[in-house]
């Protein structure tokens, strides 16, 4: 913007008189919150404060509305040019920049596939290459042309070597490595994690059989096997006939009486 326009920008709006008003709100407000109990006799006089103050803000966000909007009104021509330019050169690069992008995206590709093979061609011959795939060796990254193909096999086989040594530990010093290899080659290559997790499946595993075997337990003692005995009593008195059917109930068994004569 030339001198010249800026000459004939409106002045900024300056409250002239905001010190003073300050001054006299602050006091304003200081004097109602020394009001430590609010009662029938000072009720009045607070409302009328608040009011007063309320009256003050009112004006101010009056004024500060109307100098915005004068504002607002003078320079939104200028708001206007400025984004039909920056419109403008949106529109205007769109094909040439999806170009760019295409290509760009076509070169990544073609590198993605010479890294691929590469990772073929050095895996041919490695232990665990039926495990080791190129998707967890591969990041985006390496795409880029900052990243060159000789670091970029510095990297392969640093990362071979870790995930080597890795999965021999794990045959050598875990009692499940098949379990523990899947955990790890599902996990993003994490040892300790894959380690951590399979000792909590076998904590798991213990603690749901030890559950079940408790189960079979009670539910073998619900299902006590049951007999059939037959009693016979002699000699007993009609006074005992009902005590003695009594007590069998109690026992909550079934009972066939049959009397001899």
Do not use: H
């Amino acid at each position: 913007m030339s001198e010249d326009e800026n000459k004939l920008l409106p002045q900024v709006p300056v409250l002239s008189e905001y010190d003073v008003v300050k001054t006299e709100l602050e006091a304003k407000i200081k004097k109602l919150n020394s009001i430590t109990e609010l009662t029938e006799e000072n009720k009045k006089e607070v409302k009328t404060g608040i009011a007063e103050i309320n009256k003050v803000k009112e004006r101010i966000s009056r004024y500060r509305i109307d100098k915005t909007n004068r504002f607002l009104e003078y320079i939104q021509p200028y708001v206007d040019k400025c984004k039909e330019l920056e419109k403008l050169c949106d529109t205007g690069l769109a094909d040439i920049k999806q170009k760019v992008k295409d290509l760009e995206n076509a070169e990544k590709a073609l590198k993605k596939e010479t890294i691929s093979k590469a990772f073929e061609l050095f895996m041919a011959t490695k232990d665990y290459s039926n495990f080791l795939k190129f998707e967890m060796f591969f990041d985006e990254k390496m795409c880029n042309k900052s990243v060159s193909l000789n670091v970029i096999q510095n990297q392969l086989e640093t990362w071979y070597n870790q995930r080597k040594s890795d999965i021999d530990f794990i045959k050598k010093q875990t009692d499940d490595c098949d379990k523990v290899t899947s955990i790890y080659l599902n996990n993003g290559l994490n040892l300790t994690q894959a380690i951590e997790t399979y000792q909590s499946q076998i904590k798991s595993e213990a603690e749901i059989a030890a559950i079940m075997a408790s189960d079979v337990a009670a539910a073998t003692e619900t299902f006590e096997k049951k007999i059939d005995i037959v009693v016979t009593i002699k000699q007993l008195p009609k006074s005992k006939g009902a005590a003695l059917e009594q007590f069998l109930n109690s026992l909550g068994v079934e009972f066939n009486v049959e009397v001899v004569k």
